[in-house]
């Protein structure tokens, strides 16, 4: 079974910064893309950044030129470097990842999410 484990997630003032990390552990084959998404109160989650198997990468408007995705297959592991945030960048972040195990089967699962607060 495949499980992803986000961290990194906490409080932080307007213009700073945080590195999200998801961890993926289990019965791993290969991991697919694997993306971060978000969720505010009463708002519908939203895709923040993607990267694919292969490095590339797609963001959202919003957050094009301050966020970073990142992803590094040997710890089976992707980033989400978050600079110059904004009180409209606090959510839950979830990373979402699609997995081949080693029985062949793909599926995608998501994280239980980390609470990111951009307030002063």
């Known amino acids: 079974q495949v499980q992803l484990v986000e961290s990194g997630g906490g409080l932080v003032q307007p213009g700073g910064s945080l590195r999200l990390s998801c961890a993926a552990s289990g019965s791993i084959f290969s991991i697919d893309d694997m993306g971060w998404y978000r969720q505010a109160p009463g708002k519908q989650r939203e895709l923040v950044a993607a990267?694919?198997?292969?490095?590339?990468?797609n963001y959202a408007a919003s957050v094009k030129g301050r966020f970073t995705i990142s992803r590094d297959n040997a710890k089976n592991t992707v980033y989400l470097q978050m600079n110059s945030l904004k009180p409209e960048d606090a959510a839950v972040y979830y990373c979402?990842?699609?997995?081949?195990?080693?029985?062949?089967?793909?599926?995608?699962?998501w994280g239980q999410g980390t609470q990111v607060t951009v307030s002063s």
């Open positions: 979402n990842g699609g997995f081949t195990d080693y029985g062949g089967s793909y599926g995608r699962i």
């Open positions: 990267i694919t198997s292969g490095g590339s990468t």
